[in-house]
C-alpha cells in the first residue's frame, strides 16, 4: 500500500533556528512529491514539487531536497510567520489515483 | 478573484440533515476534487472529477453524492448526516491528474 509518513509531528524552533522536516514515502512508482503549507482556517497552498531523486528547490528560507526515499524541507533561520502546518504529499504512477498526503508536521517559531 | 471558492465556510446541522456544499473554480482547470481532513489534520481524497466525469471515488459512504455541472463546478450532497461526518471539507482542483492542486478555504462541518 502506498504510504507517505511525516516527522516530527510537531516541531518546535526559536526564531533563527534551522531545522528540517523528514517525509518519508513508500508508493509503487514516484511520479511527483510535493510539499504545501497549511495556516490555521485555510486551505494547503503550494510550495514545491520534486519529481526525481536529488532535486531541489528553493523559496525564501525554505528548501526542498529529494532522495528515492525521502523528502526533506530545510528551514533556514525560521521567523514566527513561518509557524504553519507543512504537508507532503505524493503522486503515484497509477491511473485513477489523487494525490496522497501525510499527516503534516505543525511548526511553531518563536521570537 | 479567488481561484478555488467552497460556500458555505461554516455548516453547523443536526444528526439526520441533507446538507450541500458548494464549490467553483476560476483557473480553467479540468480536474476537480474533494477531500476529507479530521480533526488531526490528516487529508483524505474523496472524489475526483475530470472534465465532469467521475474518476475517483474512494471508499466513501453512499449519503456523500459528488454533481459537476460543468468542470468549473463540483459540488457534495450529503444525506443523512451523521456525527461522524464531523470535520473540514476541501475542494481543489489542478490542470490536469498529473500537476498539483489548488486548494479552497475549506467548509467546516460540525454535526450535532
Known amino acids: 500500500e502506498d504510504q507517505v509518513t511525516q516527522s516530527p509531528e510537531a516541531l518546535r524552533l526559536q526564531e533563527g533556528e534551522s531545522s528540517s522536516l523528514n517525509c518519508s514515502y513508500t508508493?509503487?512508482?514516484?511520479?511527483?512529491l510535493f510539499w504545501y503549507r497549511q495556516d490555521p482556517g485555510k486551505g494547503p497552498e503550494f510550495l514545491f514539487t520534486?519529481?526525481?531523486a536529488g532535486e531541489e528547490k528553493e523559496k525564501e528560507r525554505l528548501k526542498a531536497t529529494l532522495t528515492k526515499k525521502e523528502s526533506f524541507l530545510h528551514i533556514t533561520a525560521p521567523k514566527p510567520e513561518d509557524s504553519a502546518t507543512y504537508l507532503c504529499?505524493?503522486?503515484?504512477?497509477?491511473?485513477?489515483?489523487?494525490?496522497?498526503f501525510g499527516k503534516g508536521t505543525t511548526l511553531s517559531v518563536s521570537s | 478573484d479567488t481561484a478555488v471558492s467552497q460556500t458555505p465556510k461554516y455548516l453547523v446541522t443536526q444528526m439526520g440533515n441533507d446538507k450541500s456544499i458548494k464549490c467553483e473554480q476560476n483557473?480553467?482547470?479540468?480536474?476537480m476534487y474533494w477531500y476529507k481532513q479530521d480533526s488531526k489534520k490528516f487529508l483524505k481524497i474523496m472524489f475526483s472529477?475530470?472534465?465532469?466525469?467521475?474518476?475517483i471515488n474512494e471508499t466513501v459512504p453512499n449519503r456523500f453524492s459528488p454533481k459537476s455541472p460543468d468542470k468549473a463546478h463540483l459540488n457534495l450532497h450529503i444525506n443523512s448526516l451523521e456525527l461522524g461526518d464531523s470535520a473540514v471539507y476541501f475542494c481543489?482542483?489542478?490542470?490536469?491528474?498529473?500537476?498539483?492542486?489548488?486548494f479552497g478555504s475549506g467548509t467546516r462541518l460540525t454535526v450535532v
Open positions: 481543489a482542483s489542478s490542470p490536469g491528474t498529473v500537476y498539483g492542486y489548488t
Open positions: 508508493v509503487s512508482g514516484l511520479r511527483g
Open positions: 520534486l519529481y526525481s
Open positions: 504529499a505524493v503522486r503515484v504512477n497509477q491511473a485513477g489515483t489523487a494525490l496522497i
Open positions: 483557473l480553467g482547470h479540468d480536474t
Open positions: 472529477y475530470n472534465n465532469k466525469e467521475l474518476i
